[in-house]
């Protein structure tokens, strides 16, 4: 199974930045087309007060006036290299904070549609929304936000599809900011998919496909997982897309590029679960040829050898 979408980090809180100027990123989206990529999804638009495009509305809310309009750019560069964008939602921090969504969903009201207004409506490359809020079990307001900020993008934009890409509450499942790699109170495959059939009860008429993180689990636990999650988006008529991070959460150095044979094993267990579509978490760090880290350009190396050529 080959990955063909790719997360744009642009706005993160723990990994560095690449400070790539239009340059770089126009040779990313070549790097990314060259190994079949043909979605990439802005991962959020604001993270606290850092936003990717100069809104009025989060400006107001005390948000920095960005010096690049990433999102212009990200969609320009998308109409020439002819990829889809989905649009990811803005993150106050304040469910990080509180474990609430709600606020999120208020600020998003404004953002969705401020956003296609000004930009969605205007590019051929708009093609979807991002749900940027992540969550791996039931979780306070979730299942309401979701289907809140679904249903809003879908009615402005003519229903256009939406995604979600929420986390295994698996062993690796730890803060970025732990010392630990695992912990003990990780849920089980029953548990999963007992609490997954209740989300997915309550948003699937607003999300159309969900892309689970598949690194918060042990190699040989994917089978179990990822049969659940493909029966359940079969059940509720999701597309079921796995989210291959291209990171390795084995290591004490958070976060460094995956080793391939962790990423082929992922990969082909999505396969066989036979999963819609693989995306990742990200190219431009973790797998692009023009990486700050140099062990990424050697990971596109290796891939293109086993998947491509």
Same mark, same amino acid.
């Given at each position: 199974?080959?990955?063909?979408?790719?997360?744009?980090?642009?706005?993160?809180?723990?990994?560095?930045?690449?400070?790539?100027?239009?340059?770089?990123?126009?040779?990313?989206?070549?790097?990314?087309?060259?190994?079949?990529?043909?979605? %990439?999804?802005?991962?959020?638009?604001?993270?606290?007060?850092?936003?990717?495009?100069?809104?009025?509305?989060?400006?107001?809310?005390?948000?920095?006036?960005?010096?690049?309009?990433?999102?212009?750019?990200?969609?320009?560069?998308?109409?020439?290299?002819? /990829?889809?964008?989905?649009?990811?939602?803005?993150?106050?921090?304040?469910?990080?904070?509180?474990?609430? /969504?709600?606020?999120?969903?208020?600020?998003?009201?404004?953002?969705?549609?401020?956003?296609?207004?000004?930009?969605?409506?205007?590019?051929?490359?708009?093609?979807?929304?991002?749900?940027?809020?992540?969550?791996?079990?039931?979780?306070?307001?979730?299942?309401?936000?979701?289907?809140?900020?679904?249903?809003?993008?879908?009615? %402005?934009?003519?229903?256009?599809?939406?995604?979600?890409?929420?986390?295994?509450?698996?062993?690796?499942?730890?803060?970025?900011?732990?010392?630990?790699?695992?912990?003990?109170?990780?849920?089980? %495959?029953?548990?999963?998919?007992?609490?997954?059939?209740?989300?997915?009860?309550?948003?699937?008429?607003?999300? !159309?496909?969900?892309?689970?993180?598949?690194?918060?689990?042990?190699? !040989?636990?994917?089978?179990?997982?990822?049969?659940?999650?493909?029966?359940?988006?079969?059940?509720?008529?999701?597309?079921?897309?796995?989210?291959?991070?291209?990171?390795?959460?084995? /290591?004490?150095?958070?976060?460094?590029?995956?080793?391939?044979?962790?990423?082929?094993?992922?990969?082909?267990?999505?396969?066989?679960?036979?999963?819609?579509?693989?995306?990742?978490?990200?190219?431009?760090?973790?797998?692009?040829?023009?990486?700050?880290?140099?062990?990424?350009?050697?990971?596109?190396?290796?891939?293109?050898?086993?998947?491509? !050529?």
């Amino acid at each position: 199974m080959k990955i063909t979408g790719t997360f744009l980090d642009e706005i993160s809180h723990d990994i560095p930045h690449q400070n790539w100027g239009e340059a770089q990123w126009d040779a990313d989206f070549v790097n990314m087309k060259r190994i079949g990529i043909d979605t %990439v999804i802005m991962i959020r638009s604001g993270y606290r007060k850092f936003i990717t495009y100069p809104s009025k509305y989060l400006v107001g809310k005390g948000c920095y006036t960005p010096s690049v309009d990433l999102l212009d750019m990200f969609l320009r560069l998308s109409d020439k290299h002819g /990829m889809k964008f989905y649009f990811g939602l803005y993150d106050s921090g304040y469910y990080w904070d509180t474990g609430d /969504m709600s606020r999120d969903t208020e600020y998003n009201r404004y953002v969705i549609d401020e956003v296609w207004q000004n930009y969605g409506s205007r590019h051929a490359s708009f093609a979807g929304w991002y749900l940027s809020g992540e969550i791996s079990r039931r979780t306070k307001g979730a299942i309401e936000a979701f289907r809140a900020q679904g249903m809003q993008c879908k009615a %402005v934009s003519g229903g256009m599809p939406t995604l979600i890409s929420p986390w295994i509450d698996g062993k690796k499942a730890v803060l970025a900011a732990s010392a630990s790699l695992s912990k003990e109170d990780a849920v089980s %495959v029953a548990e999963h998919e007992r609490e997954w059939d209740e989300i997915f009860d309550g948003i699937h008429e607003a999300v !159309d496909a969900v892309a689970f993180q598949d690194g918060h689990i042990d190699y !040989d636990e994917l089978d179990a997982f990822f049969e659940v999650n493909k029966r359940l988006a079969d059940k509720y008529g999701m597309e079921c897309w796995t989210n291959a991070e291209t990171f390795d959460r084995d /290591m004490p150095i958070k976060f460094l590029p995956i080793k391939f044979e962790k990423l082929r094993m992922k990969l082909e267990a999505a396969a066989r679960a036979g999963y819609d579509k693989a995306i990742t978490f990200e190219f431009s760090h973790f797998m692009s040829p023009q990486s700050c880290y140099a062990s990424a350009h050697n990971l596109y190396d290796r891939y293109r050898e086993y998947f491509i !050529d």
